[in-house]
Structures are given as C-alpha cells and as structure tokens.
C-alpha cells in the first residue's frame, strides 16, 4: 500500500513539473499553439484517419 501511495506521489509530481516547463518552454502563446495544433490535425486528417482504421500502418 505504501509503495503504491510513493508511486502515485512521484506520477503526480512528475506530471507538475512537466505541465510547468511546458508553459515555460513553449514556443508560441497558447492560442496560436491551439491554431497550429488543429491546423496540423486538419491538413493530417487523412493520414491520422488511415492509420487509426488500419493499425499496421502505424509500423510505417
């Protein structure tokens, strides 16, 4: 019980510290990463399609 509560601990803190230095090295300001994101997500349509449908092209 104690090692999984130390587990759930460290998981926790290391998602903190990641969430952190990501808003502290971004690149862009948070709407124009979400712009680019969806822009991206969009011309990749397609392509993030296929690959969900056909799981062997994920080797690719």
Same mark, same amino acid.
């Given at each position: @019980?104690?090692?999984?509560? =130390?587990?759930? *601990?460290? %998981?926790?803190?290391? @998602? $903190? %510290?990641? +969430?952190?230095?990501?808003?502290?090295y +971004?690149?862009? =300001?948070?709407?124009?990463?979400r712009r680019? $994101? *969806?822009?991206?997500?969009?011309?990749?349509?397609d %392509?993030? @399609? +296929?690959? $969900?449908?056909?799981?062997?092209? @994920?080797?690719?």
């Amino acid at each position: @019980m104690k090692k999984n509560l =130390k587990t759930a *601990a460290v %998981l926790g803190a290391g @998602m $903190i %510290l990641g +969430a952190a230095l990501g808003v502290l090295y +971004a690149p862009y =300001k948070g709407a124009k990463s979400r712009r680019r $994101i *969806a822009k991206w997500t969009q011309d990749n349509k397609d %392509l993030l @399609m +296929a690959k $969900i449908r056909q799981p062997e092209l @994920m080797h690719n």
